[in-house]
């Protein structure tokens, strides 16, 4: 099993502290002030800033793995695959 529930977005914002309290607003140690131009600007834009819905499924089965050998411009891929699944 491939579990990437650490990797998701609730988790590393809970690592971080920078959860939105239950009121809606982020912890004002995490908040870093802008300039006003920036702040009107922003208001002006939908909101982008909001949070992901809740999932809790979070584990795969890991069933191929590709591979990369080379650079940006040329290289070669290759598989791994599980034929053995059940």
């Given amino acids: 099993m491939l579990d990437l529930s650490p990797y998701s977005y609730y988790q590393v914002m809970s690592n971080e502290n920078r959860l939105k309290q239950e009121n809606g607003e982020v912890d004002p140690?995490?908040?870093?002030?802008?300039?006003?131009?920036?702040?009107?600007?922003?208001?002006?834009?939908p909101d982008e800033s909001q949070e992901p819905a809740l999932e809790d499924c979070f584990e795969y089965k890991l069933v191929?793995?590709?591979?990369?050998?080379?650079?940006?411009?040329?290289?070669?891929?290759?598989?791994?695959?599980?034929?053995?699944?059940?």
């Fill in 64 to 86: 191929g793995v590709t591979v990369h050998s080379g650079s940006a411009h040329a290289g070669h891929y290759w598989s791994y695959i599980n034929t053995c699944r059940g």
């Fill in 29 to 45: 140690d995490m908040e870093q002030e802008q300039p006003l131009e920036e702040t009107t600007k922003k208001e002006a834009e």
